[in-house]
């Protein structure tokens, strides 16, 4: 069965340090890869997606960027945080053309101090 | 485009009662449909979906939806709520010629009273 993978899964980071968080997914193979954001009482943002290795489509411009450099792994990264950056940071996969919903890893709890 | 529309952004029932979760869409093609379920600090869960055929679709916990395209609706029902059912619901529709992206609702949390 899949099962996707995110760590860490809470992060305290100052303003202006930067930022990796990791995604992969396990028992499936190029899937659709995505990251969401959820800020306090707000609802799902689509940050990016990858069809494939090194395809990243940015939905939000922002100081945050994707990249995918393997078949199961996403990585979302920022140089410098902002305050505004806090939130609930989900990874998500969608598998096969068929499939279209989507399955969430566990999510990292980003705060910005 | 594509757009979703969650009533209410909490709704609290009673154990024991009926629970009804609103969701309307809008999609210009036949749309796929989901309901997630999101515990705190929890990723998000597929509930079920709705692609084609039977319009009244079953998930999981007890949760169904019904499927009805003259209303363009597709809420989300549970005859007895349960105080584990506390959490939040996501409505979410496919985007049109994206199958790589779904829309997603604004969620609505829901409270059970004991």
Known sequence: SQTIHQWPATLVQPVGSPLSLECTVEGTSNPNLYWYRQAAGRGLQLLFYSVGIGQISSEVPQNLSASRPQDRQFILSSKKLLLSDSGFYLCAWRGGREAYEQYFGPGTRLTVT | ?114
Request: proline share 4%; hydrophobic share 40%.
């Open chain 2, 1 to 114: 485009a594509q757009s979703v529309t969650q009533l209410g952004s909490h709704v609290s029932v009673s154990e024991g009662a009926l629970v009804l979760l609103r969701c309307n869409y809008s999609s210009s093609v036949p749309p796929y449909l989901f309901w997630y379920v999101q515990y705190p600090n929890q990723g998000l869960q597929l509930l079920l979906k709705y692609t084609t055929g039977a319009t009244l679709v079953k998930g999981i916990n007890g949760f169904e939806a019904e499927f009805k395209k003259s209303e363009t609706s597709f809420h989300l029902t549970k005859p007895s709520a349960h105080m584990s059912d506390a959490a939040e619901y996501f409505c979410a529709v496919r985007a049109m010629n994206r199958d790589d992206k779904i829309i997603f609702g604004k969620g609505t949390r829901l409270h059970i009273l004991p």
